[in-house]
């Protein structure tokens, strides 16, 4: 089984990766986590790096395994805005407070000690 | 076949639900800040009021409820060692959730990508060791019995080479005497203890707490050596849907089916765990034509409800259901039923299980921190088995009951519980044409004080009395305690007695398995001990993520009585009688953890056990326990855990044999079995909605020669299958799934 998987990765690599960036509604470092780890197991995705302070997704994929399109769907179906596609809702409501837009915010919190 | 007796008994029992009075009462819980959609709890969190000494400590599920002494006083602050803090402003909210990120950094916001697989808590008096999932699902297969191969302090290993059975070990001591609980409830207490632990499939296990030494007196007269506390999976925080489908080289198949439901959102939820697994291939790898483990069935179902009025009452009850058949002995040639016919030794054994439990915590909101608690469960366990040519024919309906009330004296720093206990069991046991039938009935009562002055120091005495109707009062007294002795160094200690009432018959299916007569001597009186012992534990942070810590420990127990199987006197007879003489255990061992760099995780432990026994009116070693032992595990995860690795290597030190045992010099043993090392490796590689792991156990192939000793003729004189010291199964390969889906 191990062995399958492996040869496959090494396969996978070689192809042809291309790079997008995508504007997404990350709040914080919580939500850059949230996002690339989305991402790192999302399938056809090589690296993912989310700025917080421009809220941008860079993220680099193999062509022939996915899309821009498909990328932007897992980015809404993380619970975030991706471009033009929205948050998924249920995702969305399931963010912890601090990852959400400021206007649906319950909770202040009062920051870290 | 007896006639089956069904009896439903309904029952209670608490969870430490802590309410207050007064106006404004938040309630919460602390999870661990992950990126997973999934929460993770963090339980034995601190919750206090910033600027006061107001504060409570979260339950083993997070939860946590805490009075808001004035609106003044608004910032509630949830702190945990390994954790940065979080505080959380308090307006007009009533409930809050914590998210606590791992890492003792202040200003820079840290990610925890991680779970570790075993923690320390740090606020408990009672020294207790926290198995996470991920820590169980280190070594994938299969259930309770195999969970501790990557921890020092609790041992396994086969009762003898037939049956499949395993069993603990604590300070070097049977687990009989440890307590083995499923959710603070005496779970093998009586006849399930020969295969009990093989009955609590890995997977439905949330997390599972060791303590060693005595345990608090709430949870009975037992717990001599340590306390073992499985928390199960729970109806109202599990994924939705969850399967896990095992297979190894060996020929065995697992499959294990979690489903829950939560009808009513915060009230009302449920969740269903199954459970079946076959071994099916028959395996002699030392060529003696008896089959190196049993060919196995076992089917387990259990269904659980939660219950919550919302600051009123919670219940937790459900129902288990089990049936596990083995047979094993000289099955290579024939099959099982043409293999009795033509004389062969065979054990044949099918039990089945059913329990009920309900516990249910009422909150007192006239009087700060009270709550009570009520556990009730019932069970019927029915066993009927043949060893060769002897039959063992079990059953024991059980009853127990716990009511628990626990309130404050003036302030929080001075809380106590008291309540009472009823247990009662009735076994009905015939061995041969012998029949052991006994009733046993014993109500107690308890009172425990805390003293707690915040995280510096708290201090534990309890009492309880109990009375058995065959052993008459037995009086437990018990002390814990422990001592911040500066920031990040505590020290713990404890003192009590233990007491324990033998089950000799179905704790040693070894002597079962022999040639050997049973001799018994004596009216056997209730195993009594003394334990005491302290540890050390240092907590060194090294950056913002990683930390070591590094304990030690020493516990020693003192029986006062103990039912001795004496294998020393000579090789036609086990002698069963009350210990003459002494018998006691020194245990001591020490723990470093280290986190060497990011995602790479190391611990390295040694444990030293000195047993005596006097056996054969001589003290000596007790048998076949090692006197040295030493753990390494190793694991190394990528960011997000996307690929896994662990490494466990154990090293065991010889074993003394039994004197006199002719067999044992006709197969080439001396005074001493052999040292060895056995190694598990295995790989995780998480993918979106799945897992799959593939590994080994028994990388170097150890396994004991000749486990059954007079294996040609095992009617003859010289056989015997129950003088196990060391692994019985060679290198074996497995790999699996796990597949689920969040709520």
Known sequence: ?113 | MKQKHFILIFLLAVMSVRVLYGQTIIKGQIYESSDQAKLVVLPYANIYWEGTQTGTVADDNGRFSIEQPSKSVNRLIASFVGYQNDTILIQNQRSVEFKLRKGQSLGEVEVKERMAGSFISSLKPIKTEVITTAGLQKLACCNLSESFENNATVDVGFADAVTGAKQIQMLGLAGVYSQLMVENIPFTRGLGSAFGLSFVPGTWMESIQVSKGTSSVINGYESTTGQINAEFRKPDNTDKFFINLYGNNEGRLEANVHASSIIREDKLSTLLLGHVSTQFRKIDMNNDGFLDQPLARQINLSNRWSYEKHGVMESKFGINFLRDEREGGQLMQRKTDEAIQAGDYVIKSATQRIQVYDKTGFIFHSLPNTSLGLIFSGLLHDQNSNFGLNDYDARQIGFYGNAIFQSQIGSEAHTYNAGVSFMYDNFDETYRDSSFNRIESVPGAFAQYTYTHGTKLSVIAGLRLDHHSIYGTIFTPRVHFKLALAENTVLRGSAGKGYRSPSILAENTGILVSSRQLHFSGNFKMEEAWNYGVNLTQTIPITDKRKAVLSADYYRTDFVNQVILDLDKDYQHIYIYNLEGKSYSNSFQVNAEIGLFEGFDLSAAYRLNDVKVTTAGVIRQRALISRNKGLLTASYSTRFEKWKFDFTGQYNGRTRLPLNVPALAAAGYGEFSPDYITIHLQITRKFKKWDAYAGVENLTNFVQHNPVLGADNPFGSDFDAGMIWGPLLGRMYYGGIRYLIKH
């Open chain 1, 1 to 113: 089984m191990l062995f399958l998987l492996s040869g496959s990765w090494a396969v996978a690599q070689e192809a042809k990766t291309a790079t997008i960036e995508i504007k997404t509604s990350a709040q914080c470092e919580k939500c850059k986590a949230t996002i690339e780890k989305a991402m790192a197991f999302e399938k056809g995705v090589v690296k993912s790096d989310l700025d917080v302070e421009t809220k941008v997704l860079k993220v680099t994929y193999k062509t022939a395994r996915t899309n821009p399109e498909t990328i932007r769907k897992a980015v809404s179906m993380a619970g975030y805005d991706a471009d033009d596609v929205a948050a998924d809702p249920k995702a969305y409501s399931s963010l912890s407070d601090c990852c959400k837009k400021p206007e649906d915010r319950q909770d202040e919190h009062a920051g870290h000690q």
